[in-house]
């Protein structure tokens, strides 16, 4: 698999912007850019923030790099080594794996691996699976049928004894100060479970992911297990995907995690380097500026082709959401998976109001072996004339149609191009997208770190049910 970067290729939006419009914004992207390269050097720092610049989560932007010269120098004592050796281990004593979190805490792992694994997955026999675990998700939600219908599964399954990894499950309970009430309560639920059906191993089935203190790092210290991550400082939730937030559960699952952190440390580097004209992180975010700032439109579209990507455009959506829905500004994002919503919001798009920037979010070339239309003796479909047509070839066809009836009736679209699916492509995009939307937020004056407004509905709920 190439490890080349992804292009962004706006050609047929731009053709809708008065001419010179992105030169125009060279300047104040630049500026933008040093700003955000500035937030890693005052973090870094450890001098005081200025009030304008609170909260300044800036961590994620060198994190990559620093795993990774963490690697190299201290190879099995570094945090990539442990990780792997967790992972390792979780897959020798489970054949479930549960990992409780929400937004942040859950959604890249959610985006990796309904990009990374086969759809089937879970139905998979272990060794089809090389020993790696089923995944499941909970705690993003309350929703009690949903997870009495996962608790009475993993129930089934259960066995007990130090040769039944096949029934066993383990957990993985990511929440940065372990309050957040949802994942909380599942994780009661979880933890009693495997404390009830496994144990003497119960200590090693459970590893939290959390903050240097709160709630669920005294928790996990009281219970003694046997590994606890770390969120480090600096991070926030949406911007944790390359932390063990996301690594942890995406070693077990066998996934390259090295290689997610070398595309990351590769697009860094893009961002820092390249110039105006040829910057994939620059031009995304001008070409989304210019069309919200001169013709409103404040929807963006991410249309994800194929099955794939639909989870990373949900993390997307919480990214953006969050980090510039503020002070009643912020585009509104929103994630279609093509050419199924061609069916449904595609009538919307071709006809409705002009207030959407289309983005097309491409995989690239298959992963396995493309399938063909076969000819067939019955032939009341008419689809003979397509026999030896590959289903890739018909997706082409389906997105260039696309993007011409959407070029004809004057509708903007670019088109976000992944080099293939794979561990490093992904880690290009979780970085170049996070880039983007901190850049936005330094050119438009809004602070992107930070969510005030998600603070009202948790103390109101807590209120509502006499908890403190």
């Known amino acids: 698999m190439t490890d080349?970067?992804?292009?962004?290729?706006?050609?047929?939006?731009?053709?809708?912007?008065?001419?010179?419009?992105?030169a125009g914004l060279q300047h104040a992207l630049e500026a933008a850019r040093d700003a955000t390269?500035?937030?890693v050097e005052l973090w870094q720092s450890g001098e005081s923030v200025p009030p304008e610049r609170q909260p300044l989560d800036a961590g994620f932007i060198q994190w990559p790099e620093e795993l990774l010269a963490d690697l190299q120098a201290n190879r099995g004592e570094s945090l990539i080594a442990r990780l792997e050796t967790t992972g390792s281990r979780l897959r020798q004593l489970a054949d479930s794996l549960v990992v409780l979190g929400i937004g942040g805490s859950y959604m890249g792992m959610r985006a990796m691996f309904e990009a990374l694994r086969p759809a089937c997955w879970n139905e998979l026999s272990r060794s089809e699976r090389d020993s790696a675990p089923r995944l499941y998700f909970d705690g993003w939600n309350v929703d009690s049928d949903r997870q009495h219908e996962l608790l009475s599964?993993?129930?089934?399954?259960?066995?007990?004894?130090?040769?039944?990894?096949?029934?066993?499950?383990?957990?993985?309970?990511?929440?940065k100060s372990g309050g957040t009430l949802e994942p909380a309560v599942a994780f009661r639920a979880f933890r009693d479970f495997v404390e009830r059906r496994f144990p003497e191993m119960d200590r090693d089935l459970i590893v939290p992911v959390t903050g240097e203190s709160g709630r669920l790092r005294s928790l996990a210290e009281a219970a003694g297990y046997r590994d606890v991550y770390s969120i480090p400082d600096g991070i926030g939730g949406r911007f944790s995907v390359l932390t063990a937030v996301g690594l942890l559960p995406a070693v077990t699952a066998g996934l390259n995690i090295r290689a997610l952190l070398q595309g990351a440390a590769a697009l860094t580097d893009h961002f820092r380097r390249a110039p105006f004209e040829q910057n994939v992180v620059l031009q995304f975010v001008a070409v989304c500026h210019a069309f919200e700032a001169d013709h409103g439109m404040n929807?963006?579209?991410?249309?994800t082709w194929g099955s794939r990507l639909e989870a990373v455009g949900l993390w997307y959506d919480q990214l953006l959401s969050e980090s510039l829905g503020k002070h009643e500004r912020g585009a509104t994002p929103l994630t279609v998976v093509n050419t199924r919503?061609?069916?449904?919001?595609?009538?919307?798009?071709?006809?409705g109001r002009r207030d959407k920037l289309i983005t097309n979010l491409l995989p690239g070339p298959p992963v396995l072996a493309p399938l063909t239309v076969a000819a067939h003796r019955l032939d009341q479909d008419r689809l003979n004339q397509l026999a030896g047509t590959t289903l890739p070839r018909i997706l082409e066809a389906a997105i260039s149609g696309t993007n011409q009836?959407?070029?004809?009736?004057?509708?903007p679209t670019a088109d976000l191009l992944l080099p293939g699916l794979s561990e490093h492509s992904l880690g290009q995009l979780f970085q170049m997208l996070m880039l983007a939307t901190v850049v936005e937020g330094r050119l438009v004056g809004t602070n992107p770190y930070g969510q005030p407004g998600v603070e009202a509905y948790k103390k109101n709920m807590q209120a509502n049910l006499g908890i403190q």
Do not use: M
């Open 153 to 175: 599964l993993l129930e089934r399954r259960a066995v007990a004894g130090p040769d039944a990894a096949a029934g066993r499950t383990a957990i993985i309970s990511i929440s």
């Open 341 to 351: 919503d061609l069916h449904s919001r595609g009538q919307q798009h071709q006809e």
């Open 4 to 22: 080349s970067v992804i292009s962004y290729h706006p050609d047929a939006a731009l053709r809708l912007l008065r001419p010179g419009r992105l």
């Open 299 to 303: 929807c963006r579209v991410l249309s």
């Open 37 to 39: 390269l500035n937030d």
């Open 405 to 411: 009836a959407y070029a004809d009736a004057g509708r």
